[in-house]
């Protein structure tokens, strides 16, 4: 009986779907790019973790941990952005964390897949890791121009100021010079 007085009037709430893209902190376009960053991150590890033998292991392993740690940490980032677990993590700064995260492992997957390049056995395998480690770099860069071009810098307060309530915004709020209540005189 009560579902037949509730159920036309009751709507689902949009907001408890476990996937909230988009969000504040992620659009569709940048959701798509962390997804492609997480496979080509996956990938080049794949492909470095079959790689039998190497003459030289420093630049593989240093591939090999540059693309393990771009795929599980980028993996984490997606899954805390698209859904309401970043909230509960007492980390403010997301739009500064999510930016510098993204250029740093931009910038170690080029020096690693350099000197991966440059020191491998040059089997077709190596060449392959090489290559979706370029790649996954590149999905870092765009994902790091995608930022810049819709959010800027994180570290810029600059532009206009935010409305509130729907009214323009104050600059800043000067304190205030005279009481509200003078305190009263006696006069006897």
Not at 38 to 61: H, K, P, Q, R
Not at 64 to 84: D, G, K
Not at 147 to 169: D, L, Q, V
Request: hydrophobic letters at 50%; glycine letters at 4%.
């Amino acid at each position: 009986m009560a579902s037949e007085v509730y159920s036309s009037t009751t709507a689902p709430n949009p907001k408890s779907s476990c996937c909230l893209v988009p969000s504040e902190h992620l659009d569709k376009i940048r959701f798509l790019v962390k997804i492609l960053e997480v496979l080509l991150s996956f990938v080049a590890f794949i492909l470095e973790e079959v790689v039998s033998a190497c003459d030289n292991c420093t630049a593989l392993y240093f591939f090999e941990f540059v693309s393990c740690t771009a795929f599980l940490f980028t993996l984490l980032l997606l899954i805390l952005l698209s859904t309401q677990l970043h909230s509960r993590v007492g980390i403010p700064c997301w739009p500064s964390l999510d930016f510098f995260y993204t250029a740093g492992i931009a910038l170690f997957f080029f020096i690693s897949s350099i000197a991966f390049a440059a020191q491998n056995g040059d089997t077709t395998l190596e060449r392959s890791a090489v290559a979706f480690g370029f790649m996954a770099m590149l999905a870092f860069i765009a994902d790091v121009a995608l930022f810049i071009k819709t959010r800027g810098f994180p570290w810029k307060k600059g532009g206009k100021p935010e409305s509130s309530n729907g009214g323009p915004a104050v600059a800043a709020a000067q304190p205030e010079t005279e009481k509200l209540n003078p305190p009263a005189s006696v006069t006897a």
